[in-house]
């Protein structure tokens, strides 16, 4: 599973805080600690007025880079931002995110286009979020298309298939399951990501229902999750997964990471 490391938000009161009054040293211990704990990729979300979200994006990028070589996903709602933001960074990372919505895939494509970085793609468009699975897969066939223009390879890409509040749906997630497993039918490089904590908003005990999503999107295909990795009972829930779907061999990497501390103490 490739970890996103979601806590370099300013829309966490805490990080917000953080950012107002400069303290350099909370979101180097933020970015360290997430590193340390298996994240693969630091997001870095501003979540400032748009004349400050720029030069506020590069200051946390800094402060990311001098504790980790951890690559930068760089997060804005502004496909431009994450584009200026691209050269604060020392190695290729990941854009979140673009999606058919407006000028997004031609503002961030050209520039990603002959890297190594890596995106995220939200299967939305101009009418909003589709409600059904086969309109997804229509957009997703559209960003797919746009992909190829830029020969932008699959297996750079994270496609959110994008999770909805449980609360309000009408057959839990099985909709998104089914787009996961079509979408790496179509394409079995390609990574499916998400933001695992949307499932379980307005619903008491959070945690459980996160946890269940993630087990059963992985047994789907999902591959990628924008998650916070400090969170080590959620990190020993996908590392045993992983093991049950064959994807460690002899059990290896959820041992190692067992005996690392990163599952926190087991009872």
């Keep these: 599973m490739i970890i996103i490391g979601e806590k370099i938000n300013g829309a966490i009161p805490s990080v917000a805080e953080a950012i107002a009054k400069k303290d350099a040293d909370f979101i180097r211990d933020l970015a360290k600690t997430q590193a340390d704990a298996g994240a693969h990729f630091i997001d870095v ?8 979200e720029l030069e506020t994006m590069k200051w946390l990028i800094d402060l990311v880079q001098e504790v980790t070589d951890t690559p930068i996903a760089v997060d804005s709602p502004s496909a431009d931002i994450c584009a200026q933001a691209i050269p604060f960074c020392n190695r290729p990372g990941l854009v979140n995110s673009i999606s058919l919505e407006g000028n997004k895939i031609d503002t961030v494509f050209p520039v990603i286009a002959d890297t190594e970085w890596e995106c995220a793609a ?7 979020i589709p409600k059904s699975g086969e309109k997804r897969l229509e957009v997703f066939a559209g960003i797919m ?25 009408e057959d839990g997630i099985n909709t998104v399951l089914s787009v996961i497993k079509k979408i790496k039918e179509q394409y079995p490089s390609i990574h499916v990501t998400g933001g695992a904590s949307n499932i379980s908003f307005n619903l008491p005990a959070r945690k459980f229902v996160n946890q269940a999503f993630l087990i059963l999107a992985m047994g789907a295909g999902m ?36 005996r690392k501390g990163l599952y926190g103490p087991v009872k």
């Design 45 to 52: 979300c501003a979540s400032t007025d748009v004349d400050v």
């Design 122 to 128: 939200l299967l939305c468009d101009d009418t909003g």
């Design 145 to 169: 298309e746009r992909a190829e223009e830029y020969k932008i390879d699959p297996s750079r890409l994270h496609v959110d298939p994008l999770v909805e509040m449980l609360c309000t749906s």
């Design 223 to 258: 591959d990628s999750a924008i998650i916070n990795p400090l969170h080590k009972h959620m990190m020993g829930l996908i590392s045993a997964t992983e093991a049950l779907l064959g994807m460690d061999e002899y059990c290896i990497e959820y041992i190692n990471g067992y």
